[in-house]
């Protein structure tokens, strides 16, 4: 019996340093500015001292993450901790991590482009590095997940999100979690960046935008079979090296 729970609780400590060997691999990345100088939507610069905020922000909950895994280990050595204690520092990090569905009141944004005209994959970046830099704290794209490790790409016919293709013909749906108090301001910046993306766009080729407040957002945990799921190349970093 003695045995048995070694293993377990072992085998729980090892779940979490896998758990948070994925957190940290998908750290949100810092979006590149020059995309927004290149398409000289110059009003969407003052987001810059938002995204260094946020990945600021993310460096300090690593290291809170790193000081509780190591509060835990040692609690686990000196047998002052439970199994469901693990189990719920388990499911904190599933949720950093974007493992795990969540659910919130927030926004819902409907992308699409008028006529024979198909989406570019930087329209829907726009949106999504704008809702980051507003305090979305979780965001899915035609219900992908997003986390730092998704890519948001174009082919001729398709918009590819975490390794599935989507047609760029039809409309493509963001929901994100967000501080229900901004909802008002955050709504209101979404339309301003509408206004700018029309303003670069062909009168022809008009981008549609529908924005809305919603009071319960789901958004969905990464697939395991998901390419942006992927950690076999990552191993952990050993204290002595």
Do not use: C
């Not at 293993?7 to 927004?36: F, R």
């Not at 987001?47 to 260094?52: F, Q």
């Not at 970046?125 to 980051?132: H, M, S, W, Y």
């Not at 929901?175 to 979404?190: F, H, R, Y």
């Amino acid at each position: 019996m003695k045995i048995k729970n070694l293993i377990i609780k072992y085998g729980a400590i090892t779940l979490i340093a896998v758990i948070l060997g994925i957190a940290l691999a998908l750290q949100i990345k810092t979006s590149n500015v020059s995309d927004y100088e290149s398409r000289d939507l110059t009003e969407l610069q003052n987001n810059v001292r938002s995204y260094a905020e946020k990945n600021a922000e993310l460096n300090d909950r690593n290291k809170e993450l790193y000081n509780e895994i190591e509060r835990l280990r040692n609690d686990q050595l000196e047998g002052n901790i439970s199994y469901q204690d693990i189990l719920a520092e388990q499911e904190k990090l599933s949720i950093f991590a974007g493992l795990t569905a969540v659910q919130n009141s927030g926004i819902t944004v409907t992308l699409g482009m008028t006529g024979q005209s198909m989406i570019t994959d930087s329209y829907i970046r726009f949106v999504v590095n704008e809702l980051n830099a507003l305090g979305a704290q979780a965001i899915s794209i035609n219900e992908q997940r997003k986390v730092a490790t998704t890519e948001i790409r174009a082919s001729s016919e398709n918009i590819i999100i975490n390794g599935v293709a989507f047609p760029r013909s039809e409309d493509f749906i963001i929901k994100a979690i967000v501080p229900p108090e901004q909802q008002d301001s955050i709504v209101l910046a979404l339309e301003t960046l509408k206004n700018a993306l029309k303003e670069q766009i062909d009168s022809e080729q008009q981008i549609e935008m529908i924005i809305s407040t919603e009071s319960k957002v789901v958004i969905p945990g990464l697939n395991e079979d998901s390419i942006a799921y992927k950690t076999n190349l990552l191993n952990p970093v050993e204290e002595d090296e």
